[in-house]
């Protein structure tokens, strides 16, 4: 009795290694994903008349749009009121953008991935890459707004470079986690972004914490937005605005938590993203 072939089914495994094997080799070339993010930056630019000007006015609209109109609400000048939008947009804005990304990663490097390109810590640290092009097009925006303020905190600098490393952490883990589940289900990149306009409005980027006293249940509810808890962190000492106990601590719990989580996720399921795009 003659053996029976081989069926060839396209797919190769993804490389062997947990994920934190394979970050330390997407860390040590990163020609793949650092230079194909910044290229569709710039493609995106190119496509239009005005060029990079459109990377620009999201911010624009999200500081001094919405800022203009909801300063009066709060009895506040544009000029108090901008820096207090533009943060927290930017932060904000940083994080969906990895997490809205993350959701279809895969199935949009679908042809590198059955290609061979199977290192999916690569698609990952793109979705990131992208986030922080991203981010870096708010700058302009923020530091005007900044020096329309009266009043910053030039000591609360010195914790946004501790703020912005615990908030990419938490991307990248988030990120793990949740392009998993978009390459196993389709549509869960569409319910992301449609959540986003509801975390967006439970965050307090255009209006202040203050006015959902933590014994409330409102308050209660809204601190349960992970959301709420970078944008203050980052925010509240930049402008000397309070930044309570209960934020350093969620945020400490859910980068464990979430750490831990992704890493045993990834070692299961990765295996299986080609077989689901």
Known sequence: ???????????????????????????????????SSWLDTIVRARRSRFGILWLLAPSVVYVFGLGSFFAGMHGRSLMQFAAHVALGAMVFRSL?????????VFSGSHSFIMDGHVRLTDYLMQSLAKAFFDLCMYLPVVLVALVMFEGLRWEGFLWAPVTLVALY?????????????????PDFGQLLANVSIFLFLLTPIIWYPDQMPA??????????????HFVTLFRGPI????????????IVIMTVTGLALATF?????????????
């Open 1 to 35: 009795m003659g053996e029976v072939g081989a069926v060839d089914t396209g797919l190769r495994p993804v490389q062997s290694g947990g994920l934190w094997r394979q970050f330390g080799e997407s860390m040590r070339q990163p020609e793949f994903w650092a230079l």
């Open 96 to 104: 969906m953008s990895v997490i809205i990304g993350s959701a279809n």
């Open 169 to 185: 952490v938490n991307a990248f883990w988030l990120s793990v986690v949740f392009s998993l589940v978009g390459s196993r289900f």
């Open 215 to 228: 014994d409330s249940p409102r308050g209660q509810f809204m601190r349960l937005n992970p959301f709420y």
């Open 239 to 250: 402008l000397g605005e309070r930044v309570e106990q209960l934020s350093i601590i969620y």
């Open 265 to 277: 996720l990834y070692r299961r399921y990765a295996r299986y993203v080609p077989l689901w795009i």
